[in-house]
């Protein structure tokens, strides 16, 4: 079942890099249901996704290791 209703994911598809950005913002914002993200196709789309400020800021530092933001 589809996580966003308003998006035709069959017609989406046929654009594979707008397709995996669509899939990892929604993968982030609504929950993996059991699957993994690659860290390497975050990191490559990591400015092209649409994530909530909260969740992008607690995930950089997951993805990208902890730096001191002082």
Do not use: A, C
């Not at 929950?31 to 390497?40: D, S, V, Y």
């Not at 992008?56 to 290791?65: A, D, H, M, N």
Request: net charge positive.
């Amino acid at each position: 079942m589809p996580y966003n209703w308003s998006i035709n994911e069959k017609e989406l598809k046929k654009d594979k890099e707008k397709y995996t950005i669509w899939k990892l913002g929604q993968m982030v914002n609504f929950g993996l249901r059991g699957k993994k993200i690659k860290k390497e196709t975050l990191k490559k789309h990591w400015n092209d996704i649409e994530i909530d400020p909260h969740k992008r800021r607690f995930l950089k530092s997951i993805v990208y290791g902890k730096k001191n933001t002082h």
